[in-house]
């Protein structure tokens, strides 16, 4: 696949933007603050439906605006689409495919893209929300259906959450909140279905981890992935991961913990069990890689999870390579893990890379040159043309 253009209206501090991508390696250089990774971070929006550095959408609707467009133009080999969101502050966001109006849950069918950033540190040494993101916005892409799913799962549990808070205020306890069932049903329907197809995730990416960790590191210290699932009582804090072997038996664990919790839960106002909760536990030399791995130890894993990741969707994806980003990550690395990454990288379809320094490029990638200065992109080779 590959973005041919990218257009912004009112995203981040571009009130309108123009951006021409081409096939092979794209450098974006420009000093810190002057927007290079808001055009990344709109790129992988179309195919995550997320943002890699807020949680929630309004952030990246420019200030005193009430929406933001998103509108790319993709190349399927011969096919080219038209994809296009529209970000609301407020409501549900719009979508539409070559024109017609669609659900935003289609876009990752047409956009595949895997972002580097360094922000993929908090990924192995953050908490257990940022592998989960990592995890789900992976699955999305994979199977776009899922997207309605996760957001299926987080309307149901704040409307659970909500009745458990309203029961400890009246002072409810044990069985005397009956429609507490109705919630559970749904709840362990969408739950069991995210559990199921994450650890159908991590079992797939276990070879290519380990891979790719060798590839960057030079050396095989034996990465391994296993979820901690609150269901079957693994502890995040602890590293302890448990698993389970259909999505069956994962509803029949989350009923089940979901009874036993249900006194504690009602003392708390919270719902403590289910796939919010649960943890992707990372190891290297059979340890967790939170609180026991070296920085480049660490930075080996998260850039090895990217490179699985795209392994992944390359080898699953009918409409080629996923895009790469390299958002800003070579000034993270040593000398020796760049050109690694480098050489890993430079053969898929299209990669972008973003940098302040733009000497911080190992040579394999640069090639079209764009300059951001204060939200102006002056493209190199369109000057050239002229």
């Known amino acids: ?68 467009i998103i509108r790319a133009r993709l190349s399927h080999g011969e096919r080219k689409v038209l994809i296009e969101v529209q970000l609301n502050r407020q409501g549900s966001n719009k979508a539409r495919i070559n024109g017609s109006p669609s659900k935003t849950s289609e876009l ?7 972002l580097f950033a360094p922000e993929d540190l908090q990924i192995v040494r953050g908490d257990p929300s940022s592998r989960r993101r990592f995890a789900d916005q992976l699955l999305i892409q994979r199977t776009p259906r899922l997207s309605a ?17 309203s029961a400890r205020a009246r002072g409810i306890r044990g069985e005397g909140l009956s429609t507490l ?29 380990a891979d790719a960790y060798a590839a960057i590191a030079g ?41 036993a919790k249900r006194t504690q839960e009602l003392e708390r106002g919270l719902t403590l069990t289910g796939p919010h909760r649960d943890d992707l536990v990372l190891r290297v030399r059979g340890l967790p890689v939170k609180g026991y791995a070296s920085h480049g130890e660490s930075w080996s894993v998260a850039l090895a999870l990217r490179l699985a990741s795209a392994e992944l969707l390359r080898s699953e994806s009918p409409a080629g390579d996923p895009v790469l980003i390299l958002d800003d990550v070579f000034a993270e690395l040593d000398a020796d893990r760049r050109q690694r990454l480098a050489t890993l990288t430079a053969g898929y379809e299209q990669v972008v890379v973003t940098a302040a320094v733009e000497e911080d490029i190992p040579e394999v990638l640069h090639a079209h040159v764009v300059r951001i200065s204060a939200g102006t992109i002056s493209d190199e080779r369109e000057a050239a043309d002229d």
């Open 1 to 68: 696949m590959i973005v041919e253009h990218l257009s912004l209206v009112d995203f981040r501090n571009y009130a309108t933007a123009e951006l021409a991508l081409h096939r092979g390696p794209n450098v974006l250089v420009g000093r810190n603050g002057q927007g290079k990774t808001n055009l990344a971070e709109a790129v992988v929006f179309l195919a995550t439906l997320g943002s890699h550095r807020v949680s929630s959408d309004a952030p990246m609707v420019r200030d005193g605006q009430e929406f933001a």
């Open 149 to 165: 799913v996760l957001a299926d799962y987080d309307r149901v549990l704040k409307q659970r959450t909500a009745l458990l808070k």
């Open 219 to 259: 050396a095989d210290h034996q990465p391994q992935l296993e979820w901690a699932l609150s269901v079957r009582g693994g502890d995040p804090e602890e590293g302890e991961a448990a698993t389970a072997d259909s999505t069956g038996d994962i509803a029949e664990m989350f009923r089940a913990s979901l009874l």
């Open 181 to 209: 069932d109705v919630w559970d049903d749904k709840l362990v329907a969408l739950g069991s279905e995210i559990i199921a197809a994450r650890q159908r995730l991590a079992a797939d990416l276990q070879q290519p981890v």
């Open 108 to 114: 990752p069918r047409y956009a595949h893209v895997v």
